[in-house]
């Protein structure tokens, strides 16, 4: 069965970097794209943007261009998210999550709770 | 970037009720919209994807339609379990949106 599991909450200071990890398990992981989304509490949820474990290629949302860096480690089936420059506002549950065979979502890791606070 | 708009951001019902959730794109989006179910301190769970494909292991109860800018969820019977708030998302273009979700509350 398709597994994602996501590492552990984080505590940031403002202007940190944080990296989320998220291991795949159970299909193929160069066949189909990563997907990262977050919520923000008590909010809707924000897509950020998909990595292709295969190419390692990426496409973010404007939003967090520059500041954003998603990466993979095929030899572990891994998916990286990276988001530098942290503020209040950056303060959410990060999920990744494993496309089918359009945009949408069958698969999703339980979530990251990344807290910024000074 | 395409918006997704859910009115109302809560829904009154009770067990048994028959309950549309509507979503409404910006723009067209032909049929490239899915719904997700989400329950407190979870994490989403696709019920409805291509407007209208119920997901595999979804309960039959659910269904979706539309096409365009214009979508609907319904719920034929609501059972206790689906008290929970519902998301549409659209996937015609990047950035790929999601609306602010419907609550369903009792």
């Known amino acids: 069965q398709v597994q994602l599991v996501q590492s552990g909450a984080e505590v940031k200071k403002p202007g940190a970097s944080v990296r989320v990890s998220c291991k795949a398990s159970?299909?193929?992981?160069?066949?189909?794209?990563i997907h990262w989304v977050r919520q923000a509490p008590g909010q809707g949820l924000e897509w950020m943007g998909w990595?292709?474990?295969?190419?390692?290629?990426?496409n973010y949302a404007q939003k967090f261009q520059g500041r954003v860096a998603m990466t993979r480690d095929t030899s572990i089936s891994s998916a990286y998210m990276e988001l530098s420059r942290l503020g209040s506002d950056d303060t959410a549950i990060y999920f990744c999550?494993?496309?089918?065979?359009?945009?949408?979502?069958?698969?999703w890791g339980l979530g990251t709770l990344v807290t910024v606070s000074s | 970037d395409i918006q997704m708009t859910q009115p109302p951001s809560t829904l009154s019902a009770s067990v048994g009720d028959r309950v549309t959730i509507t979503c409404r794109a910006s723009?067209?989006?032909?049929?490239?919209l899915a719904w997700y179910q989400q329950k407190p301190g979870k994490a989403p769970e696709l019920l409805i994807y291509?407007?209208?494909s119920l997901q595999s292991g979804v309960p039959s109860r659910f269904s979706g339609s539309g096409s365009g800018t214009e979508f609907t969820l319904t719920i034929s019977s609501l059972q206790p379990d689906d008290f929970a708030t519902y998301f549409c998302?659209?996937?015609?273009?990047?950035?790929?949106?999601f609306g602010q979700g419907t609550k369903l509350e009792i």
């Open positions: 999550a494993r496309q089918s065979s359009g945009y949408f979502y069958p698969y």
């Open positions: 159970g299909y193929t992981f160069t066949g189909y794209y």
């Open positions: 723009q067209s989006i032909n049929t490239w």
């Open positions: 291509m407007a209208s």
């Open positions: 998302q659209q996937y015609d273009s990047p950035p790929f949106t």
């Open positions: 990595i292709n474990p295969k190419s390692g290629g990426t």
